[in-house]
């Protein structure tokens, strides 16, 4: 499966995705441009989609810790 990141609209880099929490206190998805955040920012916050970005981050953070648990050897 491919991956298409999101590129900001005005210089064209790929918007960088974050975990973020709402005023409110919720978890969202947050999109923001690495160049100047004024550029583009926004959140998305649907609660099944979040969910699955959580899991999926969760996935690939468990899949780039070393398996043998020795870390800073």
Not at 26 to 50: E, I, M
Request: charged letters at 15%; proline letters at 5%.
């Amino acid at each position: 499966m491919s991956v298409t990141l999101p590129i900001c609209f005005i210089c064209g880099s790929a918007l960088k995705v974050t975990l973020t929490h709402s005023q409110k206190g919720k978890v969202a998805v947050g999109l923001t441009c690495p160049v100047d955040g004024r550029h583009f920012r926004g959140f998305v916050n649907h609660h099944p989609f979040v969910e699955e970005v959580i899991q999926q981050a969760g996935v690939l953070q468990n899949a780039s810790k070393p398996s043998d648990g020795l870390e800073g050897d």
